[in-house]
């Protein structure tokens, strides 16, 4: 593609992604709102695509539009979620009426003041361009990592730490899901034709899931989005109907939960322990290491991902478990 | 300073701005879940435009990094928001 | 371990430690917490006798502990704090009798005798503090203490009063820190020295050195109950009898006069202070008090209430004394913080006692008492004549001494007057009052008789703290002149302050 | 003797995981990582006062390209703080959970809040710390809706919400620092930082996030639902620990890693907030109905005193005085940390045995438990900054600060708020003296009545009495 091509389509493609992100935001009617919210992320992984960035493209596509659209998109189906759609949060109502039109102007302005702000700030950044030395850091040390995809490097070696207390993120959402209710009701089982479906499209799930953990270690992929296929696997399955979605019981779930960050902290203690630094993988080790963590914490988030889609413990491993509360 | 480096962070840039905007000012919590998605879509805009070095030149790959694990804890935010919503509307309809 | 440094704190901690043990005793423990109390009491004396003799030979007691950079909790023992030590252990051991015999039916006795405690340890602290900011401290810490006794009652009377004592205080305190913290700015520490330090600032800071004293003596004059800021004095009166002794001879009132000798003497220096034009204003305000509180005191016939009007009166005299430039006058006034103290606590636990034996709250109600309880209404009258000025009881000293110093100094044109015509008005609301209870007849019944006549008039523990008292009243004034009386240690404090 | 600072982070994840897979024995395992935790966090300040400051490169990487963990004074001093007061914490949840299912679910997430407190006191790396706050603030939303009522959800949701704006604000200036800087670690960007557009945009972006977390005035409208709907010892650690960890970033910031690029005029901005948030917060205290309400208020108003340090800082030239108010804003922080926690254990204690929590009922009750209300006591000293507590030496530096520089609006602030806290303590403490039926002991119920009462003497006496070693520990630090 020539230069101004080039410019076309990125002026084409920034343009969806600004009215996409509007209309998302100014729709009234909650569904479309997230069907344009799940269509920006999507033009947003194309995006990440032409700035060269394809993990985060996959990323963006697996969890930011996929996941979070899934989620908001069944969360808008409920009609007993109320609270979601009604203003239940604000302070008082009729104050804020009065005084709504004022404010919209004030804050309008104020955004426009934090844009322009911002790119002006930005454009001086850009303007510095100071950061080759880092990125020559890490082409450097790439070889000492254990992998050859930096953004894995980075991530599971370089600032491993960031991601393990990314995973104790994940656990702690999980866990607030888990304390916070029980799993909504059933769906409706869908149709022979999505059962067809489903049988053939679960094994194909898994077998990408586990091509993009081992893919991670040298290509865009990696235990996120491993992770994310395999919760698409039991989504896809349960939306056909399948109560316990191939999840174990509430002890191994519990171990499963407790995989991602339990492994880091095997992995970075044991070599503590061995008078190496936390998480200072030997540089022989370093591969079949990083492999055992992704393992895990591919687990981990895949479960995790569930669950949260299921808003709670699936009834067949739901612990009869009252809300006594004073 | 590149073309596309510039284009793609002013973008991020009015993004966050847009999303800010609806999480200050919509009353509903589902526009604001989905302004904050936004919002942190903008900034992950910004990141990624960062570390674009031009065609055929390997980018940066701490800012993908950096978003990567932002897209994620993104998620779980989210997810947590959704199940709030859920208890809440269980607890009001017990009121 | 080196008794110089550590005594001070020995003094503090001998009432302290036991408040603290006391309040997580359980009610019953009767005869734990009077044991704790008395011991405490009693280590105090004993290491307080100690204190005395060495400072009286010149002995360097101090205590220093880091608070903060620049910020040093001193305890310190020289003539004037030992003077103050001396009146409040004494005077703590037997108002402890007094409220053991007072109080020991009554609920929330751990929570009562607890706040006693740390009450004293304050006020033993603020005598000992060795610069402004170790003040303060405790300055604060003798409101927070009190403010539990005051409300002890948990009547609706009693929650009034100690918060009316709580808003005086505390804002009185804010000044006070204010002032403190602009002082420690401008001079640093301000360690308490004879003689005073400021004088060697340059002149530019005088202006402001005006406004702090201000903000001082404003803060220092609500617990002195300087005119106007006296308000919480009489409302306070509905706490027990024995607080209000605390508060109106130990503690509470003194700490207040206390603190203004020191910040004249020993942080401005008298000499100074008079340089800058502030003992006339200090002067003036001690004088309109002196007479405000006894016109007020007049038409009280609630009879704890006169006392208090009668003490916002008698403790300015210690102002006064302080605004007098000059040796003689100091004398007077020093002297009369212990005076005062003896003698008004004498009146204090006779009025508890006519409360608590015949339930008698009331002037109009003392008719013929003195025949029921002779004992009580002779500590009494000598503690009321001691107030008038009549010798030889203990007011009549500082009475001469503060006369005697407005000469010297040249102003008697204007503090002879006052002098005279608040002993007038001190005779017009005490004698009425002793005319009652010796030459009138008692009428048909006492308001409610509580404790029966027995071998003594009342319980043992009520009588023998005013007999005491009223007998350390008399022999202040009869034995002015000999060693170590309170006279003496004035004057030993006077030549020290002067550099005689 | 650096491990420790890796083992502050991964001691109590550990436990988290354990308690997660052994709820049976989860009451054990709390108390010995808080224990042990807090020895950790001793031994840290230890060494940080004998050999400076102390830094623990993660998998042996270079600050830079990996992430590198920090301590100084300041640091330690929190880190400690917020160790006494977790463990204080949780022997006192122990108690106050009662099923053994509520236990279940809290544990876990109570441990990945301390996680993530100790991770965001240690962290040198800007990315590193939005990841930390997210945790912080994701488990203190889980921990704050346990409540489980509609108000304690749609608070937590707001909290959450709130939270989540704060990060992403935080993580838009971090964006624009990496752009500018082309570094995350912060002691590298100390040394690299100049003014101009990037930096003072992201300084501002940051500290915008930042202030809505610390709830500074007028920020300040979540926090008061979520702290006085949360279960008690949630509410202690959120007011004690969870702003008070997002304001030590503010400092690190201002006073740190931008002090170079920091303005008088930006400076005064903050202490002007800091100065509403006293008066305001004080205020709603006072007007409270409820005691739970009043303390989170109550909060609001005592982080604003912190704030009221920052004009001075900037104006007083760096040598003895500076390095005083400097003490001076640690130890008011710490004791506030420590008082406003033993303050919410008490209301609890007050909430489960008597049922309510409402001021004007509180007659009998302060009678039935004379040891917490003998809390409550220590602590509303503490917070209204009387001596001998450790705020008292805080604002006395306060005051000494403002003459110092002239700044005379902040003294006025000062003493008003802290006589607006003497009236709504005492409107409190007035309720202690009715003559209701009391009991023999002044200790009834131990295992939640000692927590309260030891941090709240901590406040009053140990950082009134033996604070020191605070300002020595900060030398040469901010």
């Known amino acids: 593609m020539n230069t101004t091509g080039l410019l076309v389509f990125d002026g084409l493609l920034l343009i969806s992604?600004?009215?996409?992100?509007?209309?998302?935001?100014?729709?009234?009617?909650?569904?479309?709102?997230?069907?344009?919210?799940?269509?920006?992320?999507?033009?947003?992984?194309?995006?990440?695509?032409?700035?060269?960035?394809?993990?985060?493209?996959?990323?963006?596509?697996?969890?930011?539009?996929?996941?979070?659209?899934?989620?908001?998109?069944?969360?808008?189906?409920?009609?007993?979620?109320?609270?979601?759609?009604?203003?239940?949060?604000?302070?008082?109502?009729?104050?804020?009426?009065?005084?709504?039109?004022?404010?919209?102007?004030?804050?309008?302005?104020?955004?426009v003041a934090l844009a322009a702000t911002l790119a002006w700030a930005l454009v001086h950044a850009l303007d510095r361009a100071t950061n080759e030395r880092l990125a020559q850091i890490v082409s450097e040390n790439l070889a000492a990592s254990g992998v050859s995809n930096p953004v894995t490097a980075i991530l599971l070696n370089f600032r491993a730490y960031d991601t393990l207390l990314e995973l104790a993120v994940l656990l702690t959402a999980v866990l607030g899901i888990l304390a916070l209710g029980t799993a909504r009701p059933d769906y409706?089982?869908?149709?022979?034709?999505?059962?067809?479906?489903?049988?053939?499209?679960?094994?194909?799930?898994?077998?990408?899931?586990?091509?993009?953990?081992?893919?991670?270690?040298?290509?865009?992929?990696?235990?996120?989005?491993?992770?994310?296929?395999?919760?698409?696997?039991?989504?896809?399955?349960?939306?056909?109907?399948?109560?316990?979605?191939?999840?174990?019981?509430?002890?191994?779930?519990?171990?499963?939960?407790?995989?991602?960050?339990?492994?880091?902290?095997?992995?970075?203690?044991?070599?503590?322990?061995?008078?190496?630094?936390?998480?200072?993988?030997?540089?022989?080790?370093?591969?079949?290491?990083?492999?055992?963590?992704?393992?895990?914490?591919?687990?981990?988030?895949?479960?995790?991902?569930?669950?949260?889609?299921?808003?709670?413990?699936?009834?067949?491993?739901?612990?009869?478990?009252?809300?006594?509360?004073? | 300073m590149l073309t596309a480096q510039l284009l793609y962070g002013l973008t991020g840039c009015l993004i966050v701005a847009l999303g800010l905007r609806t999480v200050l000012l919509h009353a509903?919590?589902?526009?604001?879940?989905?302004?904050?998605?936004?919002?942190?879509?903008?900034?992950?805009?910004?990141?990624?435009?960062?570390?674009?070095?031009?065609?055929?030149?390997?980018?940066?790959?701490?800012?993908?990094?950096?978003?990567?694990?932002?897209?994620?804890?993104?998620?779980?935010?989210?997810?947590?928001?959704?199940?709030?919503?859920?208890?809440?509307?269980?607890?009001?309809?017990n009121d | 371990m080196n008794l110089d440094t550590w005594l001070p704190l020995l003094v503090v901690a001998s009432s302290l430690l036991p408040g603290l043990v006391i309040f997580f005793l359980s009610e019953s423990s009767h005869w734990l917490r009077t044991a704790l109390n008395l011991t405490g009491a009693g280590v105090k004396l004993v290491l307080v006798g100690v204190m005395v003799w060495g400072v009286f030979h010149e002995h360097s007691y101090e205590t220093r502990w880091t608070l903060a950079p620049g910020l040093d909790l001193v305890l310190h023992a020289d003539t004037l704090s030992v003077l103050f030590v001396s009146l409040s252990t004494v005077l703590w051991l037997v108002t402890t009798v007094y409220a053991i015999g007072y109080l020991e039916k009554s609920p929330h006795r751990s929570r009562f005798f607890g706040f006693f405690s740390l009450c004293v340890s304050a006020t033993v602290g603020l005598a000992l503090a060795g610069n402004l900011f170790t003040f303060v401290i405790f300055y604060e810490l003798l409101t927070l203490a009190t403010y539990p006794l005051v409300a002890h009652r948990g009547t609706p009377e009693a929650l009034r009063g100690a918060r009316i004592y709580l808003a005086y205080t505390l804002g009185g305190g804010a000044l006070l820190l204010v002032g403190t913290v602009w002082l420690h700015v401008l001079a640093g520490p301000a360690p308490f020295v004879e003689g005073g330090i400021l004088h060697r600032l340059p002149a530019e800071y005088h202006a402001q050195l005006r406004v702090i004293f201000l903000l001082l003596i404003i803060g220092l004059g609500v617990k002195a109950a300087l005119v106007p800021l006296h308000g919480w004095l009489p409302r306070a009166m509905v706490a027990p009898a024995?607080?209000?002794?605390?508060?109106?001879?130990?503690?509470?009132?003194?700490?207040?006069?206390?603190?203004?000798?020191?910040?004249?003497?020993?942080?401005?220096?008298?000499?100074?202070?008079?340089?800058?034009?502030?003992?006339?204003?200090?002067?003036?305000a001690a004088a309109v008090t002196i007479i405000y509180g006894s016109i007020k005191a007049l038409s009280q016939d609630n009879l704890k209430k006169r006392l208090a009007y009668s003490t916002v009166s008698q403790v300015s005299y210690i102002a006064l004394g302080t605004a007098i430039l000059g040796p003689v006058g100091t004398i007077g006034g020093i002297v009369h913080l212990v005076h005062q103290g003896i003698m008004k606590i004498t009146l204090f636990f006779a009025a508890g006692n006519y409360a608590e034996t015949l339930g008698i709250h009331k002037v109009s109600e003392m008719n013929g008492v003195g025949r029921r309880m002779p004992m009580t209404t002779i500590a009494f009258s000598v503690a009321a004549l001691g107030m008038i000025g009549v010798p030889p009881v203990a007011g009549f000293?500082?009475?001469?001494?503060?006369?005697?110093?407005?000469?010297?100094?040249?102003?008697?044109?204007?503090?002879?007057?006052?002098?005279?015509?608040?002993?007038?008005?001190?005779?017009?609301?005490?004698?009425?009052?002793?005319?009652?209870?010796?030459?009138?007849?008692?009428?048909?019944?006492?308001?409610?008789?509580?404790?029966?006549?027995?071998?003594?008039?009342?319980?043992?523990?009520?009588?023998?703290?005013?007999?005491?008292?009223?007998?350390?009243?008399?022999?202040?004034g009869l034995f002015a002149a000999a060693p170590y009386s309170p006279l003496e240690w004035a004057e030993l404090i006077a030549q020290r302050e002067y550099g005689l | 003797m650096t491990d420790a600072l890796i083992w502050l982070v991964a001691m109590p994840l550990a436990a988290a995981l354990a308690t997660l897979l052994l709820p049976r024995h989860a009451s054990v395992v709390v108390i010995i990582t808080g224990v042990v935790t807090t020895l950790a966090g001793g031994i840290l300040l230890f060494a940080v006062g004998t050999q400076g400051a102390l830094s623990y490169e993660i998998g042996g990487w270079t600050a830079g390209l990996g992430i590198a963990l920090r301590a100084d004074g300041l640091s330690a001093l929190l880190l400690l703080m917020t160790a006494l007061v977790m463990?204080?914490?949780?022997?006192?949840?122990?108690?106050?959970?009662?099923?053994?299912?509520?236990?279940?679910?809290?544990?876990?997430?109570?441990?990945?809040?301390?996680?993530s407190l100790n991770a965001l006191l240690l962290s040198g790396d800007l990315f590193n710390l939005y990841v930390t706050l997210e945790l912080l603030g994701l488990s203190a939303v889980v921990l704050a809706s346990l409540g489980g009522k509609t108000a304690a959800v749609a608070a937590a949701l707001r909290y959450l919400l709130v939270g989540l704006l704060g990060s992403m604000l935080f993580l838009a200036g971090v964006s624009l620092i990496y752009?500018?800087?082309?570094?995350?670690?912060?002691?590298?960007?100390?040394?690299?930082?100049?003014?101009?557009?990037?930096?003072?945009?992201?300084?501002?972006?940051?500290?915008?996030?930042?202030?809505?977390?610390?709830?500074?005035?007028?920020?300040?409208?979540?926090?008061?639902?979520?702290?006085?709907?949360?279960?008690?010892?949630?509410?202690?650690?959120?007011?004690?620990?969870?702003?008070?960890?997002?304001?030590?970033?503010?400092?690190?910031?201002?006073?740190?890693?931008?002090?170079?690029?920091?303005?008088?005029?930006?400076?005064?901005?903050?202490?002007?907030?800091?100065?509403?948030?006293?008066?305001?917060?004080?205020?709603?205290?006072?007007?409270?109905?409820?005691?739970?309400?009043?303390?989170?208020?109550?909060?609001?108003?005592?982080?604003?005193?912190?704030?009221?340090?920052?004009?001075?800082?900037?104006?007083?030239?760096?040598?003895?005085?500076?390095?005083?108010?400097?003490?001076?804003?640690?130890?008011?922080?710490?004791?506030?940390?420590?008082?406003?926690?033993?303050l919410f254990m008490a209301i609890?204690?007050?909430?489960?045995?008597?049922?309510?929590?409402?001021?004007?009922?509180?007659?009998?009750?302060?009678?039935?438990?004379?040891?917490?209300?003998?809390?409550?006591?220590?602590?509303?000293?503490?917070?209204?900054?009387?001596?001998?507590?450790?705020?008292?030496?805080?604002?006395?530096?306060?005051?000494?600060?403002?003459?110092?520089?002239?700044?005379?609006?902040?003294?006025?602030?000062?003493?008003?708020g802290s006589l607006l806290a003497a009236a709504y303590i005492f409107r409190v403490l007035g309720h202690a003296f009715g003559h209701q039926a009391y009991p023999q002991r002044p200790v009834t119920v131990a295992r939640e009545e000692w927590p309260a009462l030891v941090l709240t003497a901590m406040a009053m006496v140990g950082l009134g009495l033996a604070g020191a070693p605070v300002w020595r520990l900060l030398e040469g630090g901010l």
């Open chain 4, 348 to 416: 609890g204690v007050i909430q489960q045995r008597c049922g309510h929590d409402s001021i004007r009922d509180l007659d009998g009750t302060a009678q039935r438990l004379p040891a917490t209300t003998f809390a409550i006591a220590l602590a509303g000293v503490a917070l209204i900054g009387l001596p001998p507590s450790g705020a008292f030496l805080g604002k006395w530096q306060l005051l000494a600060g403002s003459f110092a520089t002239g700044q005379w609006l902040w003294i006025l602030v000062t003493v008003a």
């Open chain 3, 397 to 476: 000293v500082s009475k001469w001494y503060l006369g005697l110093g407005a000469v010297e100094a040249g102003m008697a044109a204007w503090v002879m007057p006052v002098l005279i015509v608040s002993s007038l008005l001190n005779a017009a609301y005490f004698l009425p009052v002793l005319q009652r209870a010796w030459f009138r007849n008692p009428g048909s019944a006492w308001p409610a008789e509580h404790i029966p006549a027995a071998r003594f008039e009342t319980t043992a523990a009520l009588l023998w703290p005013p007999v005491v008292t009223a007998t350390l009243a008399l022999a202040a």
């Open chain 4, 87 to 115: 463990l204080a914490a949780s022997i006192y949840a122990s108690a106050y959970f009662s099923k053994a299912v509520e236990r279940a679910r809290f544990w876990p997430l109570w441990l990945l809040l301390w996680t």
């Open chain 1, 17 to 111: 992604i600004v009215s996409l992100a509007w209309s998302a935001l100014a729709s009234p009617d909650a569904r479309r709102s997230v069907i344009l919210f799940m269509a920006f992320g999507l033009v947003l992984a194309v995006a990440w695509g032409r700035l060269l960035a394809p993990d985060v493209a996959l990323a963006e596509a697996a969890i930011g539009a996929g996941l979070s659209g899934a989620l908001l998109l069944v969360a808008v189906g409920e009609q007993s979620n109320r609270a979601l759609q009604d203003n239940a949060l604000r302070v008082s109502e009729r104050n804020a009426l009065r005084v709504r039109a004022t404010l919209q102007w004030v804050i309008t302005i104020l955004c």
């Open chain 2, 28 to 93: 509903s919590l589902l526009h604001r879940v989905v302004a904050i998605n936004v919002l942190g879509a903008g900034v992950f805009m910004i990141l990624v435009a960062i570390a674009y070095r031009g065609p055929g030149v390997p980018p940066d790959p701490i800012p993908h990094a950096l978003v990567l694990t932002g897209i994620v804890v993104a998620v779980s935010a989210t997810a947590l928001a959704l199940a709030l919503a859920r208890r809440l509307t269980a607890e009001q309809s």
């Open chain 1, 188 to 326: 409706q089982r869908t149709g022979p034709v999505f059962d067809g479906l489903a049988r053939w499209l679960v094994p194909v799930l898994i077998l990408t899931a586990g091509y993009l953990l081992w893919v991670g270690a040298h290509a865009p992929g990696g235990a996120f989005q491993a992770g994310a296929t395999l919760a698409a696997a039991a989504v896809v399955l349960r939306l056909a109907g399948e109560r316990s979605i191939g999840l174990p019981q509430a002890g191994a779930l519990r171990v499963i939960l407790a995989a991602g960050v339990g492994m880091f902290l095997v992995v970075g203690l044991t070599l503590l322990l061995l008078g190496r630094p936390f998480l200072g993988y030997p540089p022989a080790w370093a591969g079949s290491l990083i492999l055992l963590i992704e393992s895990a914490a591919m687990l981990a988030i895949a479960a995790t991902l569930v669950l949260a889609f299921l808003g709670g413990r699936p009834p067949a491993i739901a612990v009869n478990e009252e809300n006594n509360r004073c």
């Open chain 4, 179 to 342: 752009a500018g800087y082309g570094t995350l670690d912060i002691a590298a960007l100390a040394h690299l930082i100049e003014p101009g557009p990037v930096t003072w945009t992201a300084l501002a972006l940051m500290t915008a996030g930042l202030l809505l977390k610390t709830a500074l005035f007028p920020l300040h409208f979540w926090l008061p639902p979520a702290h006085a709907s949360a279960p008690a010892p949630v509410s202690a650690v959120l007011s004690a620990l969870v702003v008070k960890v997002a304001f030590y970033l503010v400092l690190r910031l201002w006073l740190d890693v931008f002090a170079a690029v920091v303005t008088g005029a930006a400076a005064n901005l903050l202490g002007v907030l800091g100065a509403g948030a006293v008066l305001w917060g004080s205020w709603r205290a006072l007007r409270a109905e409820r005691l739970k309400l009043l303390a989170a208020y109550s909060t609001v108003a005592q982080l604003g005193y912190l704030f009221l340090f920052f004009p001075l800082l900037q104006a007083l030239p760096s040598g003895p005085a500076r390095d005083a108010a400097v003490g001076g804003l640690v130890i008011l922080a710490l004791t506030h940390g420590f008082a406003k926690a033993g």
């Open chain 3, 242 to 284: 024995p607080v209000s002794a605390l508060l109106h001879a130990v503690a509470v009132v003194k700490a207040g006069a206390f603190g203004i000798v020191r910040v004249v003497y020993d942080v401005y220096g008298v000499n100074f202070a008079d340089e800058l034009g502030l003992l006339t204003g200090l002067g003036i």
